[in-house]
């Protein structure tokens, strides 16, 4: 699909978006850039690595499409240091779970580039995180979300899309802002629920966990995530999120005042709606 791709930034995602561009041969040079030159020595001896990059701008150029693959917090300033070192016509693109400051700092980082800017959402990831824990597959049968606005070239959105599929994604376009909001209830906010379910649980007795079965794990599993990682994407989002968190406080409140007034028709109702809901995922 392109002669050359750069990823920039080799963590988790990056690493297993490298492996999976080979496997579906999307590329016929895959260039790789990261911070510190360790990982770039263990990048340079895998298949899945053509070429290896200390500077940023050198590892894009020539390149027709770059996908950055670090923290949200970290890239609109990559955008920044790449726009001026851009092929014409070389799509950009991100996998942050943010979009809306992303996409809108790209409006003017881009305005002069050669380069286009599309935001993009692959949701696919683990609580575990790292180059060690990259596979091949890790995107396969999974939602990719595409954020375009009014001012995006829709030739390249296409080939953006099609990119995607190829890694046997289902794609999907929102605007920024909307992919915000429903992340914020969908994918950030079940990290909030989980992690505070286990924070709660923090403080009882140890000898207790050893009643815990697969409903805890399966429920808590997502708050092993990395917490800076979550730290910078929950802040980032931090209007939405509340906003989520706030509703599901309502319905905490709705069940325990059930439960409070024995209100069994009340509880059966509430518990039939979740398995509803669950059901339909």
Not at 62 to 68: A, D, M, P
Not at 235 to 263: C, F, G, H, P
Request: proline fraction near 2%; charge should be neutral.
């Amino acid at each position: 699909m392109f002669s050359q791709i750069s990823i920039l930034g080799v963590g988790l995602l990056g690493a297993s978006l490298a492996m999976a561009v080979r496997k579906h041969c999307c590329a016929s040079t895959i260039n790789v850039w990261a911070r510190k030159k360790t990982t770039l020595d263990r990048c340079a001896e895998e298949v899945w690595c053509d070429q290896v990059f200390e500077d940023v701008q050198e590892s894009v150029r020539g390149s027709n499409l770059v996908i950055i693959c670090t923290p949200v917090d970290s890239i609109s300033g990559l955008m920044a240091d790449i726009s001026s070192h851009l092929n014409e016509g070389a799509i950009v693109t991100d996998v942050g779970s943010v979009k809306e400051n992303i996409c809108t700092s790209s409006r003017e980082i881009f305005k002069n580039s050669k380069g286009v800017f599309i935001g993009a959402h692959p949701m696919a990831g683990s609580e575990k995180s790292g180059l060690e824990n990259a596979q091949c597959n890790l995107f396969e049968g999974k939602t990719c979300v595409v954020t375009p606005d009014e001012f995006t070239c829709l030739d390249a959105l296409k080939k953006l899309k099609d990119f995607w599929r190829k890694l046997n994604m289902d794609v999907h376009e929102f605007s920024a802002s909307e992919h915000d909001r429903a992340v914020a209830y969908f994918s950030h906010l079940p990290h909030i629920i989980s992690s505070a379910l286990s924070e709660s649980l923090l403080a009882q007795p140890i000898k207790w966990r050893n009643v815990s079965g697969n409903g805890l794990k399966d429920t808590t599993r997502i708050a092993a995530g990395d917490p800076r990682l979550w730290e910078q994407i929950c802040m980032m989002n931090s209007e939405n999120l509340v906003l989520a968190i706030e509703n599901t406080e309502k319905s905490l409140a709705k069940v325990k005042k059930s439960i409070q007034s024995k209100n069994n028709e009340d509880l059966f109702s509430f518990l039939k709606d979740g398995s509803k809901f669950r059901k339909s995922i």
